[in-house]
């Protein structure tokens, strides 16, 4: 479903955010993308999603690349960005309809949808009010909302469990799973390592823009725990710079 | 004392930094180029007045009133370029939270932010007053007390200035908060503000008639509401003890004020951040459109949900109908001027610049891709085409600007009996300046994004492509001017105008095309 092909992202001022990324996300698949801040994992996101534009690699969802058919690509996919910036002047119901509008989700469709959703969230009455009103939670349950409305076929979550409330987290894991059920594919990025154990078929960890391991949880978790793994992986890389350095 | 210097450099910084663009080299280069043309406009509109109105109080023996009338000039400008973006700083700053909850006081706050907004106010009051000052020596004003008296009435009057901007931004953040629709009645606030800055410059113009008439009553009010300014004319006479009052009556207030407000800082604030947010929705049968038509639909409400944006973009279309009715009202009164002037046929072309001169400054679309801001990531993600993007950016711009342009042709079409043929032709070009405004405007907002300011306000009043938009739209009329200067003698009027239609529509088509090329990688760039 995703295809990330030697994938880099150098900003203007010249910073190389991802180096050389390789990685897929099959059907029925729900992927974890960890590592430590600034380690690329929502630079990758974003350019996955189309966001933000690249030079180098290629990246295709469900054939289309985002690059030359972005619209065709974006047409199956859904994004949540870790802080979600929404439109503070329309209501929380005309925000859903706005999107549902983009996606040409149907009337009947959508109210379905939204219902269910809603109620799941606990959002459904206080969607006839002013986004500008909500609070963080809200916001991210909203465009939660307004992710699992259009039952995508990718969909790609940066930090989706932050200022979340644990019902409401909960009912997350479920829809994830749910999607992957149905034949969908997730990927996402998240620091709290139990929650990507537990949920995620397969995990990939980045490092300093590099891809440093990536296959199923239970290979990548062998016989410890994410965490210690994850820590082993930092310590080892870290310690490796620094052999590095000194023998420069 | 060390703590409120920090705090003002930091509050000084943020102001400025409002006008930067970007990052490093460009942010000081943008950042200094608008300063730069905020000085040029500064030095420009008092050059141009003070020169004007020392000539005419020159020759009826009353040049000491020159410098007092450019003050009372200066700080209404100055008012009024501020007024809004200092709502948006003192009361919208992202930084209020993290400020207020440092060991200071909220009258250090406070104080740091006004007189951040001080030194804004005296860079432009300065400038001004210095222009002036030089057109007063031109003219045979100087001597010691003179440039004494103007350096110090500069840096006072400028108090002055703040505390107007201060009460001003204040009163309508205070009252504002206190409406559950906030935008809708600052609009309402705005309009009523600029409708009564429009009239005191009316008062302006007509000062050196009054001079001229009634000498003593304009005394009466230099020694009354405009006591300050009568100080710094008593001043300028070499009056030393009337400045030290000008101190005394412009210093002691402002602190006054600053403290007044510090001690309703938080509640202003607390009740600007309160939550409404009702949890009695019961979810009904829903509608369903098209991608371009919910595209559209956002932009509108984003134009009505927004009063700055509302403001700044729709005034000139609010301005079209209002003159075009007072033109209507006054047919009577002002149709004996139109043949002293040399009938329709020079006046004609006179209202076009007019009119379009206002047209041209309906331009939302030189500010819509910034004011996405932080929301951006909704339509980067979204399956849109870029060309269904710009388009209802575009209609937006067209659905405040066309309406207002032909109902107000109309009117004045109808009041002072135009030949239709010339209604429908400088209709026709009016409308083509507005369409070639807003593709333009679009262009220029690519180059010139501003996708993180704190708040609307900056990118609507102090956005590097807010001024160009501004400033870029009298462009094509200016260049349509100087064209109609040789071919208004071998051609009429109203061929000229189809004329310029023609290449209005063309260089639309142009920028239209180049839109859905480059303007596409420029917008995902972004």
């Given at each position: ?248 | ?283 009904g049968a829903l509608a369903a459109r098209g991608q371009f038509s919910a595209l559209f639909s956002r932009e509108v409400k984003r134009y009505f949900g927004c009063s700055i ?29 139109l043949q002293l002037m040399g009938g329709m046929k020079m006046v004609v072309p006179i209202a076009a610049i007019a009119l379009g001169f206002i047209v041209a400054t309906i331009n939302t679309t030189c500010v819509s891709i910034s004011l996405e801001g932080k ?152």
């Amino acid at each position: 479903m995703l295809t990330i092909s030697h994938f880099s992202k150098t900003y203007s001022g010249g910073k190389r955010a991802v180096d050389d990324l390789s990685l897929t996300v099959q059907k029925g698949e729900m992927m974890g993308f960890i590592g430590h801040n600034g380690a690329g994992k929502t630079t990758t996101l974003r350019c996955a999603a189309g966001i933000l534009d690249f030079t180098e690699g290629e990246i295709t969802i469900d054939g289309h690349s985002i690059r030359t058919s972005p619209v065709a690509a974006k047409s199956v996919t859904a994004f949540l960005p870790d802080n979600p910036d929404l439109y503070d002047f329309l209501k929380g119901i005309d925000y859903l309809s706005f999107i549902a509008d983009i996606y040409g989700i149907d009337r009947v469709t959508r109210k379905e949808r939204i219902g269910r959703y809603g109620d799941a969230f606990g959002l459904t009455t206080a969607l006839g009010s002013a986004i500008g009103g909500y609070s963080h939670g809200m916001k991210q349950k909203l465009a939660l909302i307004s992710a699992f409305m259009r039952a995508p076929k990718l969909l790609i979550l940066d930090e989706p469990f932050v200022g979340l409330d644990p019902e409401a987290a909960y009912a997350v894991k479920g829809f994830l799973r749910e999607l992957c059920d149905q034949g969908g594919a997730v990927l996402f990025s998240t620091h709290v390592l139990e929650v990507a154990e537990k949920l995620c078929d397969r995990i990939a960890i980045i490092r300093q823009g590099r891809l440093v391991e990536c296959g199923d949880t239970e290979s990548v978790v062998g016989n410890s725990n994410l965490e210690s793994v994850f820590l082993e992986l930092e310590r080892g890389a870290a310690g490796k710079s620094e052999e590095e350095k000194d023998n420069a | 004392m060390r703590k409120l210097w920090v705090l003002i450099g930091i509050n000084l910084k943020a102001l400025l930094s409002a006008l930067k663009m970007g990052s490093g080299k460009k942010a000081k280069a943008t950042g200094m180029g608008a300063m730069i043309l905020l000085g040029v406009l500064a030095v420009y509109i008092a050059g141009v007045y003070s020169f004007t109105f020392a000539m005419q109080l020159g020759s009826i023996g009353m040049l000491d009133y020159l410098i007092p009338m450019m003050a009372i000039l200066g700080c209404l400008l100055s008012v009024v370029m501020t007024v809004q973006a200092a709502s948006g700083f003192i009361f919208s700053g992202r930084d209020t939270d993290l400020l207020l909850s440092l060991p200071v006081s909220a009258f250090s706050v406070m104080l740091a932010r006004i007189t951040a907004l001080y030194i804004e106010n005296l860079a432009f009051i300065g400038l001004f007053m210095l222009t002036s000052g030089v057109a007063g020596a031109v003219n045979g004003l100087g001597g010691l007390g003179y440039y004494l008296s103007l350096f110090v009435g500069t840096l006072l009057l400028t108090f002055l200035a703040t505390m107007v901007t201060m009460v001003l931004s204040f009163v309508a953040a205070f009252v504002t908060s206190r409406f559950p629709n906030h935008s809708v009645f600052s609009t309402v606030i705005y309009f009523a503000f600029l409708l009564l800055v429009m009239a005191g410059s009316f008062q302006i113009s007509n000062v050196g008639g009054l001079l001229l008439t009634n000498k003593e009553k304009f005394d009466r009010i230099l020694d009354g509401v405009l006591l300050p300014f009568g100080l710094l004319k008593k001043g300028l006479d070499g009056n030393i003890p009337a400045l030290g009052l000008l101190i005394i009556v412009s210093v002691v207030p402002f602190l006054l004020l600053v403290w007044l407000f510090s001690s309703r800082y938080k509640q202003v604030l607390s009740a600007l951040a309160s939550r409404i947010v009702r949890n009695d929705y019961r979810l009904g049968a829903l509608a369903a459109r098209g991608q371009f038509s919910a595209l559209f639909s956002r932009e509108v409400k984003r134009y009505f949900g927004c009063s700055i944006y509302l403001f700044n973009t729709g005034f000139g279309a609010v301005l079209l109908l209002a003159g075009a009715i007072y033109g209507a009202v006054m047919h009577g009164k002002v149709e004996p001027y139109l043949q002293l002037m040399g009938g329709m046929k020079m006046v004609v072309p006179i209202a076009a610049i007019a009119l379009g001169f206002i047209v041209a400054t309906i331009n939302t679309t030189c500010v819509s891709i910034s004011l996405e801001g932080k929301t951006f990531w909704i339509i980067k993600e979204a399956p849109v085409q870029p060309r269904a993007f710009f388009g209802a950016k575009v209609l937006l711009n067209l659905l405040v600007a066309w309406p207002a342009t032909i109902v107000s042709c109309l009117i004045l079409g109808i009041a002072y009996g135009t030949a239709p043929w010339t209604v429908i032709s400088l209709t026709a070009a009016l409308l083509s300046l507005a369409l070639l405004i807003a593709l333009g405007g679009l262009c220029i907002n690519l180059f010139f994004p501003r996708m993180d300011a704190p708040n609307d306000t900056i990118v609507v009043k102090q956005s590097a492509s807010a001024f160009i938009g501004v400033f870029g739209g009298w462009v094509p009329l200016g260049v349509a001017c100087l064209g109609y200067l040789p071919a208004g003698k071998v051609m009429d009027f109203e061929i000229y105008c189809l004329i310029c239609t023609a290449v209005m529509v063309l260089a639309s088509a142009g920028i239209w095309h180049w839109l859905k090329k480059s303007g596409v990688r420029r917008l995902s760039s972004i």
